[in-house]
């Protein structure tokens, strides 16, 4: 039963308001921490708690009223000079705003919260009385514990596979042609549709796998009154703030269309009638250009109402830092810069995970004690930095820490011992693809697991994640120095750059992302390793693959081209035989049918079907099909 009945929409206007409100009252209180002096912060957070027990309060909503009535007399306290911010005062009123936040996810569900944990009011209380907190830097540190919640992003099923391409293309065959080419026409026709635009969801290159743990002795379950450090993400909202301006243009700009329609059916009424002279035909010709231009504009500014600021994910992650160095016994500052840069609210929402991950790690494993950071020459409190910035048509987001860095060689020998590479495979690494080893399934540099990290999944998720949104991420580190993280992202899923190109006379579409450049192959140029092909390409060794070979087709010709590529830590060249050049497309999911390798489907401009390739998911079936290139198809002889 509902328990807001009748006031569903003042319960939604209210949960959206005051999460905002909540998230920045939580990122003020880790300020005011830094400086408890300051009386102007101190109001702001006041009146952001006040509003939010008002809210609640016109709802009925009493257990949280009553919460909030608590909390607020806490800061009157405070403001007042009545008494001191200590470290134990803040933790409780941190998990004061984290019960708050359980409580709106209950109001969410239409349920009413139940009373606050007696433990967080009886805290409050003994606050109010003016009783002496403990300060948690005082209290030993529990033993790490040794399960882990897996994240939530790593319960996201597989997208299936569906059959592979031989088996499938005779499948759907019919007729006398069973080109390659006939075939996936055939496949695409039959077994697609193309619905309204959705956002591209490539398969991921890697399924996480899960180390197995040291001992299976169970954890505590841990405690709801930790505010925002969960990283389960929940159910999306479907809702989405708009500014009017922008409605506006795009009303502005549908009307401009309409007028320019009516132009073309006159013009068009006048050609069927036999008036075909110039003039006719130039202003159909500039009717045509002014809809091309407006069409144009028009999509821009429908995908800009789909964009949001990113500081409203990156105001989640001041507490989560906060919460894990205290529990860590560290001094962390998380400084946020970029936060108005703005991306496409589901690339938003799906960048929560990765992001969490990536703080957490920063945190834990970049981050040193104060007491080495004072051994090592530097401050005891640490900086973590999280930026956004956009460049080009892609966004660029940053997370530096000014830690003890990581080694190549000891991620090479950890690699090794865990059994996730061989020792030959190690030795021809280089020190970025060494760093690129954090990434594999089951990697960890920790010995002993905890409930913070040890078993080998974040960072393997983070890079599947990544991978889903057509991003990319990149490593640097210089050891005692710190750690740089960079992920590119494209402003929006609901368009993809692509380089379109040939293969068995057909065409297909891979992401402009990964194409580093265009080569052409000279057969004189491939050398044989280890029994593979490859090219040098300016003192690089690089694995030559063959898009027809990748399909597990015949080729129907010698490959000219070659289209340099970079998949996650992989480099390598796709020979194909020719391209058609660069274009801006809208995926159309394949309905029923999930080809491996394939992400979509699109249409050319002369009407034809074009698949867009997942080259992630296409490496890995091919190599899991154990594909191999003979030099010799590659040589034309």
């Known amino acids: 039963m509902n328990a807001f009945a009748g006031m569903e929409e003042l319960l939604q206007d209210f949960l959206m308001e005051s999460t905002d409100l909540l998230s920045d009252v939580d990122n003020k209180l880790v300020e005011l921490e830094k400086r408890p002096d300051d009386k102007a912060l101190l109001n702001d957070i006041f009146r952001g708690f006040h509003t939010i027990k008002g809210g609640a309060g016109f709802l009925n909503v009493g257990p949280m009223v009553n919460l909030c009535h608590r909390t607020e007399n806490l800061f009157d306290k405070l403001r007042n000079g009545e008494m001191q911010i200590s470290a134990g005062v803040m933790d409780v009123i941190l998990d004061a705003t984290g019960i708050v936040r359980d409580m709106f996810g209950t109001m969410g569900q239409g349920l009413m919260p139940g009373d606050a944990d007696a433990k967080v009011l009886a805290a409050l209380d003994a606050a109010l009385a003016g009783e002496q907190l403990p300060d948690p830097h005082d209290v030993p540190a529990a033993a790490p514990t040794i399960a882990e919640s897996p994240p939530a992003s790593d319960q996201t099923a597989p997208a299936d596979a569906g059959p592979d391409w031989n088996k499938l293309y005779q499948a759907v065959s019919s007729g006398t042609d069973t080109s390659p080419a006939a075939n996936i026409v055939s496949t695409v026709i039959e077994g697609a549709s193309m619905p309204t635009p959705t956002s591209p969801t490539p398969a991921a290159a890697t399924e996480p796998a899960v180390a197995k743990a040291a001992s299976s002795k169970p954890a505590p379950a841990p405690s709801k009154s930790s505010g925002g450090s969960s990283n389960s993400s929940g159910p999306q909202e479907n809702t989405i703030r708009i500014d009017t301006v922008r409605l506006d243009m795009v009303l502005n700009l549908s009307g401009e269309i309409g007028l320019t329609k009516n132009r073309l059916t006159t013009l068009r009424t006048e050609i069927l009638q036999g008036n075909r002279d110039g003039n006719t035909l130039r202003s159909l010709d500039e009717a045509i250009s002014q809809l091309d231009l407006l069409v144009g504009d028009l999509q821009n500014a429908v995908m800009k109402t789909r964009m949001q600021p990113i500081g409203r994910l990156f105001q989640k992650y001041p507490r989560l830092a906060r919460d894990l160095a205290r529990q860590l016994g560290k001094e962390v500052e998380l400084v946020l810069s970029g936060e108005e840069t703005e991306l496409d609210k589901t690339m938003i929402e799906d960048l929560n995970d990765p992001l969490v991950h990536l703080v957490r790690n ?40 000014d830690g003890k860095g990581m080694n190549a060689d000891a991620l090479r020998r950890k690699a090794v011992e865990k059994g996730l590479i061989d020792q030959e495979s190690a030795n021809s690494l280089d020190e970025k693809q060494c760093l690129q080893l954090i990434f594999l399934p089951g990697f960890s540099t920790k010995d002993q697991i905890s409930s913070v990290s040890g078993r080998g999944v974040g960072m393997d998720v983070v890079r599947t994640n990544i991978q889903k949104l057509n991003g990319r991420i990149d490593i640097s580190s210089v050891p005692n120095e710190g750690t740089r993280i960079t992920i590119s992202l ?28 265009i080569i052409t192959i000279d057969p004189n140029a491939i050398q044989e390793v280890s029994g593979k092909p490859t090219i040098v390409v300016r003192d690089e060794i690089l694995p030559l693959k063959t898009l027809a070979g990748l399909l597990g087709w015949e080729p129907t010709q010698k490959p000219y081209f070659g289209v340099l590529m970079q998949s996650a830590e992989k480099s390598f060249i796709l020979a194909i035989d020719s391209f058609v050049g660069r274009d801006d497309v809208v995926i159309k999911p394949l309905q029923n049918i999930r080809p491996k390798g394939v992400a979509g489907a699109t249409l050319s401009g002369d009407g034809s079907v074009v698949l867009v390739l997942d080259m992630e998911d296409l490496l890995t079936s091919g190599e899991a099909n154990n594909t191999i290139v003979k030099t010799s198809d590659l040589i034309t002889t």
């Open 490 to 517: 494209p402003l929006t899923l609901a368009i993809l750059p692509v380089l379109v190109v040939r293969s068995c006379n057909q065409p297909f579409a891979v992401p402009l992302a990964m194409v580093r450049e």
């Open 362 to 401: 920063a945190v834990d494993h970049g981050i040193e004690l104060p007491e080495e950071r004072i051994a090592a020459g530097k401050k005891p409190q640490s900086v973590v930095q999280l930026t956004a910035e956009q460049v080009g048509d892609h966004i660029m987001i940053e997370i530096t820490d």
